[in-house]
């Protein structure tokens, strides 16, 4: 586990579609678990979602690479339904917005550089189905 740092990543959710349920975010410094094991995540956090473009901070950070996935969990459950065929029916989204294909985008994919008192980024969600 890392060091506390100074850096902070500010991170806002585009496109929404709706403000049932929860947002819920794990902050990753490697690959090991990303993006589905968030109990390996670094950070993570959760918040009732009451605007169509959520903002969530994650401090104390060291300078280093990261990447983020999200899902939003309409059910509030804390995980990412999928279908009978493994599809998710919940959004979701990743840091760098990466192209999604068959099956979640490697580390690299989704990696950004964190440094200075704050790095902002939007991750945009996506949609499947259902929700």
Partial sequence: MRESGNCKLTITIDGLKNQR????????????????SGDRALQSASMKITDTAPTITFQNLPAGKYAVAVIHDANCDGKLNCNFLGI???????SR????????PEFSEAAIVVEGVNTHIRI???YLLGN
């Avoid at 349920?21 to 589905?36: A, R």
């Avoid at 998710?88 to 990743?94: A, I």
């Fill in 124 to 126: 945009q969600m996506r």
């Fill in 21 to 36: 349920g929860q947002i819920c975010l794990n902050l990753f410094s490697n690959s090991e678990g990303f993006p589905t």
């Fill in 97 to 104: 917005n990466p192209k999604i294909r068959i099956g979640s």
């Fill in 88 to 94: 998710p029916t919940e959004g979701f989204g990743f």
